[in-house]
T-cell receptor, first 112, second 113 residues
Framework: AQSVTQLDSQVPVFEEAPVELRCNYS??????LFWYVQYPNQGLQLLLK??????LVESINGFEAEFNKSQTSFHLRKPSVHISDTAEYFC??????????FGTGTRLTVIP | DTAVSQTPKYLVTQMGNDKSIKCEQN?????MYWYKQDSKKFLKIMFS???????INETVPNRFSPKSPDKAHLNLHINSLELGDSAVYFC????????????FGPGTRLLVL
């Protein structure tokens, strides 16, 4: 069985400060890893994903995440956040089937 | 040119009623999904469906039933609504395979009184 743990339910951070949102997973099979973002009153959008190859993946808006197999982690980072990054962030794991298993989400609040 | 659309956006109804939520995708995807997001933002898969099979999350009550008139649509029917059904319901679609990106609709906010 697969599971995803996001330990931080809320992360407040000042504008232009760095941020890390933590994600750990457990799985008995190979996984694909995703970060989705949900802006207020909207559906989820893919931020970035790891399928294979380089363990560091980047998004177009400055986020990056690193797959660490030994620590079963896929933490999301951004060196300098903007007000517009305020949103709910979900880590998810996929396996050979079509389903995704989502973490409980981390609410990122950027403070001006 | 919305990729995944849902109607209605808001739904307020009484306990015991039967209601439907519609979902359409124009991405040509093979697989569609329904998720339930509760008040704590926890997102849980309810169903996934493609041309070949319907996969049901075993925790979903049989009052919930997905119906797919064609590849681009997956509607959600809910019978005998209960207070605990109040949530945001998201439809999503993807190409078949778990490594493919899922595209989500805007959500339907259901409130059962």
């Amino acid at each position: 069985a697969q599971s995803v743990t996001q330990l931080d339910s809320q992360v407040p951070v000042f504008e232009e400060a760095p941020v890390e949102l933590r994600c750990n997973y457990s799985s008995s099979v190979s996984v694909y890893l995703f970060w989705y973002v949900q802006y207020p009153n909207q559906g989820l959008q893919l931020l970035l994903k790891y399928l294979s190859g380089s363990t560091l993946v980047e998004s177009i808006n400055g986020f990056e995440a690193e797959f660490n197999k030994s620590q079963t982690s896929f933490h999301l980072r951004k060196p300098s956040v903007h007000i517009s990054d305020t949103a709910e962030y979900f880590c998810a794991v996929g396996t050979g089937a079509n389903n995704l298993f989502f973490g409980t989400g981390t609410r990122l609040t950027v403070i001006p | 040119d919305t990729a995944v659309s849902q109607t209605p956006k808001y739904l307020v109804t009484q306990m015991g009623n039967d209601k439907s939520i519609k979902c359409e995708q124009n991405l040509g995807h093979d697989t569609m999904y329904w998720y339930k997001q509760d008040s704590k933002k926890f997102l849980k898969i309810m169903f996934s469906y493609n041309n070949k099979e319907l996969i049901i999350n075993e925790t979903v009550p049989n009052r919930f039933s997905p119906k797919s008139p064609d590849k681009a649509h997956l509607n959600l029917h809910i019978n005998s609504l209960e207070l605990g059904d109040s949530a945001v319901y998201f439809c999503a679609s993807s190409q078949e395979h778990s490594q493919e990106t899922q595209y989500f609709g805007p959500g339907t906010r259901l409130l059962v009184l």
